[in-house]
């Protein structure tokens, strides 16, 4: 049993780093979807009174397309949230790098569901209400420096800014631009590592299609961490994502669980080493996932009707 005290230290996820070391040193082959259909967690998720789904969104609940704004769910997937966002017994969470409002223009109407955006930074409610943590001011002058650098070498085209980071996009770029674009922020990178570190530095996250300048000071495991808090020891929860900055939740997740209730999930057509527990391929994995836990949900409102 964990206790809340636990999950309110912060010192894993004030720098990416350290929780991703943690991550590295832990990771082995998660199973297989039809290895777990079985598991005792099943039996424990029915019997508890609430529980606490976290998802992320590229990647996982969608796969990836060279127009970020034109990314939508794999086909089943918004039915079966769209039902999960009306139980009041579950805690439905989407944790994504993408900014939190430009997350929310893609999900389908009438989904109620919290949002937490730029790795951990934002957080937008069901009811609208929104909070964000700025960078420190050397760190925010760092990425203006990148982003102006790649003006100049007219490569604004593949910036999107974010709270807190700079992500380059190189998803359908030939070799040559992709190269480019990677060897211009890898040299930025190295040109400010001695500049002050403890107020300016930042983070190279290489994922799926490019790679992204974060500010330390928040990673997703800051997320999980927040909202774990927030919940009752014992609340069932699982955190579902695909890429390395998932890792962050699913080492947060293995911290603050004890006797079998925190789930992390990896969702990828291959799998790959990980901290996770579980491995579901999209689509059919993740819908049966989603299933089970709605039969869970649905037992839970019958029993509290």
């Excluded at 790679?211 to 997703?220: A, F, Q, S, V």
């Amino acid at each position: 049993m964990h206790d809340r005290q636990a999950i309110n230290r912060t010192e894993p996820v004030a720098g990416s780093p350290m929780a991703t070391a943690g991550a590295a040193a832990g990771r082995s082959l998660p199973r297989p979807w039809p290895m777990f259909e079985s598991s005792t967690w099943w039996s424990r998720l029915t019997a508890a009174r609430r529980s606490v789904l976290m998802l992320d969104y590229d990647g996982t609940l969608a796969p990836f397309v060279r127009d970020r704004l034109r990314a939508s769910m794999y086909r089943g997937v918004s039915e079966r949230l769209l039902r999960m966002s009306n139980s009041p017994l579950l805690r439905l969470v989407l944790i994504s790098g993408r900014p939190a409002r430009e997350l929310s223009s893609l999900l389908p109407e009438g989904l109620k569901v919290e949002l937490w955006g730029s790795h951990g930074r934002e957080r937008l409610n069901p009811d609208g209400g929104y909070t964000a943590v700025a960078l420190r001011p050397a760190q925010q002058e760092c990425l203006n420096r990148l982003e102006a650098a790649l003006h100049r070498r007219a490569l604004g085209y593949v910036i999107e800014k974010k709270v807190g980071s700079v992500a380059l996009h190189t998803r359908g770029l030939g070799a040559d631009e992709s190269r480019q674009i990677t060897d211009l922020a890898r040299s930025f990178t190295c040109s400010i590592a001695g500049d002050a570190p403890e107020e300016s530095s930042l983070e190279w996250l290489p994922f799926d299609g490019g790679i992204e300048l974060r500010g330390t000071g928040c990673t997703k495991a800051t997320a999980v961490y927040s909202i774990l808090r927030d919940e009752r020891p014992n609340t069932p929860a699982a955190y579902l994502g695909d890429d390395l900055t998932d890792e962050d939740a699913f080492v947060a997740l293995r911290e603050c669980g004890r006797g079998g209730m925190y789930l992390p999930v990896l969702v990828r057509p291959e799998v790959r080493a990980s901290v996770a527990d579980l491995w579901l391929r999209p689509p059919e994995d993740l819908l049966a996932f989603l299933d089970r836990w709605l039969a869970a949900a649905g037992s839970l409102s019958e029993e509290t009707a």
